[in-house]
């Protein structure tokens, strides 16, 4: 049986709140189409959907998207984010006082942390942090390379519209609150820089 979630012309985050909802109460083997009228809305919603391991497909008509979502067989109880490290930054600068010090810290500190064994499972950038994730970043190497290495990198659409960035973004996805909210709640272990 199909169902269906309407979110065109809602604002983040709801698309992604509304199909999530949707999820929990749909039958296994179900469809879920959720409509949207935004490209960042789309891609924000089968972010959702593949992290919860369904199937999706979508449908272009026009100026909005039709998101196929298949749950098969996935009990209630692993449609939660499963528990990890994750690394929550805020800043351009990592630390307080000197802005040049703190890039110079911020630039050193991304670098090493691609050459340590031990990952975090994903990083989020807020705020002036998500000027990292985009073109002209010192540390933009050092974010691809940890892309490479299985790190999930996600920067806040709402702070990257703030700093008229998000055509900039070169590292990582657009994401919304109400995912760094899950993925903060559901973690082990949230370092913040």
């Not at 469809?31 to 924000?44: F, M, S």
């Not at 990890?84 to 670098?111: C, D, H, K, P, W």
């Not at 691609?114 to 000027?131: A, D, K, W, Y």
């Amino acid at each position: 049986m199909e169902k269906i979630v309407d979110a065109r012309g809602l604002a983040c985050p709801q698309p992604v709140i509304q199909t999530k909802k949707a999820l929990e109460t749909l039958e296994p083997d179900g469809e879920l189409v959720t409509i949207v009228d935004n490209e960042v809305a789309r891609d924000n919603v089968l972010k959702l959907a593949r992290s919860l391991e369904c199937e999706t497909s979508v449908r272009e008509q026009g100026s909005e998207y039709y998101i196929h979502i298949r749950k098969e067989s996935i009990p209630a109880t692993q449609l939660s984010v499963n528990p990890g490290q994750v690394l929550l930054v805020t800043s351009a600068n990592l630390g307080r006082g000197s802005e040049e010090l703190g890039s110079i810290l911020m630039r050193s500190f991304f670098y090493s942390l691609g050459e340590t064994e031990v990952l975090p499972r994903r990083v989020l950038f807020i705020n002036s942090g998500v000027q990292l994730c985009c073109q002209g970043s010192p540390v933009l190497d050092s974010l691809l390379t940890l892309e490479q290495k299985g790190v999930e990198i996600l920067a806040c659409g709402t702070c990257l519209d703030y700093y008229h960035l998000k055509e900039k973004l070169c590292a990582g996805s657009v994401t919304n609150m109400y995912t760094i909210i899950e993925h903060l709640m559901a973690a082990e272990k949230v370092i913040t820089l």
